[in-house]
């Protein structure tokens, strides 16, 4: 019986250095790695011992004879991967990453951000030898996206977040939430505590439209939509008009599928998830029975991954929708094409499959649509309507690129969300890029924006290399961060800091009076389980950061 790597696949790899025949695809290194969908096993080399699935932090690994109903199909999905990339074995082990040099004393770093890039960057410092790490967040919470970002019917997908905490107990690491760097201290007060900083804050603003109207209310980021039934503080007290009965998504990639999903979930399912309370109960009375979803170009360039395509077609008593004009000569060409990728090919298949099964007559449905973009929101108060234009997908020698035509439609809707993208914001006091939205480094070392490397300024993540990648493409995003740091302090060209921790929490703590560390951090996480479990949620999240202050005192 071999292993199948499934739909919540992370792509961390852990599971790559625990496999004793060097059988899971592709690794950390190979061409692809980086924007892989999800990693594979190879069925015919597997021997059975079970170490992946040790190793794996979200559950995402199953025997191929345990597979469950709804993960059947991904046996035929790892086969077909090493089918068009026939696995060559290499058990040789790569260079161990450097350590530091005992003679080079203790190394102290300031990490900005908990969330999943932030970890990654905190779990390689911890292996490369005597460090002390200092964590910071603008929440009372760690965690970041992969508490506020991840669906909450994707459960599985946030338990890389007991891996980090397992790894964080020790005293090496010390949490300061409730702490918003730039506001209650300074980049340059933490250079003058720590040997370097790392900022891991992500891009946490939305990609604009830039069309007539997409101000008026009814319009909204798809941000804040997945912040809002997230139970993210910032946004508790948004709120988004349901009532009417279509909902239109302006992007087709795994946010968009995301938001909806939840938009079209039966109720009573979301209600077992940890989803905020006023979410629930607004979904409760929605009257939102169809969601589109809008691409600017075809259906080979859509941005969604397979896995998260496939599951949406488990939807009960949902119809995907999808026009038999989209499956047109280039889908043909592209699955009679050996040299087209697994991932690709499955996208398309599936597609395929979606339109053929057509309307059912089941109460919601999910409608895509390709080589369409929005030119204006129209309405008096609020969004009545949306108008769009038909493009033709033309080739250039950069790629397919999406051409206007002279034929336009409107779309009735009462509520517009737009998930194109994410873009850093920038954090004072530290270079920014406005025009990629990230913060201008090379390998992870920050520089000026000219190629001047500023000593022990380093960054990890979407604020380092763009909002692409799942949860685990930044674990070797991290390592590489790492790697300079290592480098960087080993060289002696890290200045040493004028004050230990010690002197660092006695700032905090006179500045911060709310501040939460991870024993307050311990109560939160311990109340929200307590209220969960007596609703039989996994968690019952606290929206206000009051309430989250009052839990951390509690002691």
Not at 52 to 75: Q, S
Not at 247 to 269: E, K, M, S, Y
Not at 518 to 534: K, P, Y
Request: aromatic share 6%.
């Amino acid at each position: 019986m071999a292993f199948v790597i499934t739909q919540r696949c992370c792509n961390d790899a852990s599971c790559v250095a625990e496999c004793p025949v060097d059988c899971i695809r592709p690794r950390p290194g190979d061409p692809g790695f980086a924007n892989a969908e999800m990693l594979h096993i190879d069925p015919d080399t597997c021997i059975d011992c079970g170490a992946c699935m040790d190793a794996c932090p979200v559950d995402a690994i199953y025997g191929a004879d345990e597979l469950p109903p709804n993960l059947l199909r991904y046996a035929q999905i790892n086969a077909a991967y090493f089918e068009h990339h026939p696995l060559e074995t290499d058990i040789a082990a790569g260079a161990a990453p450097a350590r530091l040099p005992r003679t080079a004393g203790r190394l102290r770093v300031a990490i900005v951000g908990t969330g999943p890039a932030a970890c990654y960057a905190a779990e390689q410092l911890l292996g490369r030898g005597d460090v002390e790490i200092e964590m910071f967040d603008r929440l009372p919470t760690p965690w970041g996206l992969a508490r506020y970002g991840v669906a909450p019917d994707h459960p599985e997908t946030r338990g890389v977040t007991a891996m980090f905490a397992a790894a964080f107990k020790r005293d090496a690491i010390r949490f300061h939430l409730n702490v918003e760097v730039g506001r209650d201290i300074s980049h340059a007060e933490l250079l003058e505590y720590c040997h370097a900083v790392i900022y891991a804050v992500g891009a946490s603003a939305d990609g604009r439209l830039h069309i007539p109207g997409e101000d008026l209310p009814g319009s909204h980021s798809a941000t804040e939509f997945v912040a809002w039934y997230n139970g993210h503080p910032d946004y508790a007290d948004h709120s988004f008009d349901l009532s009417g009965e279509r909902a239109v998504i302006v992007g087709n990639g795994n946010v968009a599928l995301d938001v909806a999903r939840v938009l079209t979930a039966d109720p009573q399912r979301l209600a077992r998830t940890d989803i905020a309370d006023h979410a629930m109960e607004a979904l409760r009375n929605s009257n939102i029975r169809e969601v589109l979803l809008l691409g600017r170009r075809g259906l080979r360039q859509a941005a969604y991954t397979g896995p998260e395509f496939l599951a949406l077609g488990q939807l009960p008593q949902t119809d995907i929708v999808i026009d038999p004009v989209d499956i047109d000569d280039d889908v043909a060409a592209a699955l009679s094409d050996p040299a087209t990728d697994p991932a690709t090919r499955l996208k398309l298949i599936l597609a395929q499959e979606y339109s053929a099964r057509g309307v059912t007559g089941a109460p919601r449905r999910v409608d895509f649509r390709f080589r369409v973009t929005p030119v204006a929101l129209d309405g008096g108060r609020a969004v009545e309507s949306l108008r769009l234009v038909h493009n033709e997908i033309q080739q250039t020698p950069q790629g397919p690129v999406a051409v206007a035509t002279e034929r336009t439609d409107t779309v009735e809707t009462s509520l517009v969300l737009r998930a194109v993208g994410y873009r850093g914001v920038q954090v004072p006091d530290v270079p920014f890029d406005p025009g990629a939205g990230v913060i201008p480094n090379a390998g992870g070392r920050v520089h000026d924006g000219v190629g001047t490397a500023l000593p022990g300024v380093y960054v990890a993540g979407w604020i380092k290399r763009g909002a692409r990648g799942v949860i685990g493409t930044n674990r070797g995003d991290a390592e590489e961060t790492v790697g300079a740091i290592v480098e960087d302090f080993s060289g002696g060209r890290l200045a040493t800091p004028g004050g230990d921790r010690e002197d660092l929490l006695a700032l905090l703590s006179r500045r911060c009076p709310n501040l939460v560390d991870r024993s307050g951090w311990t109560l939160i996480d311990a109340a929200e389980r307590a209220n969960g479990a007596a609703a039989g949620r996994p968690r019952v999240k606290f929206t206000r950061i009051q309430d989250m202050v009052d839990t951390a005192r509690a002691r």
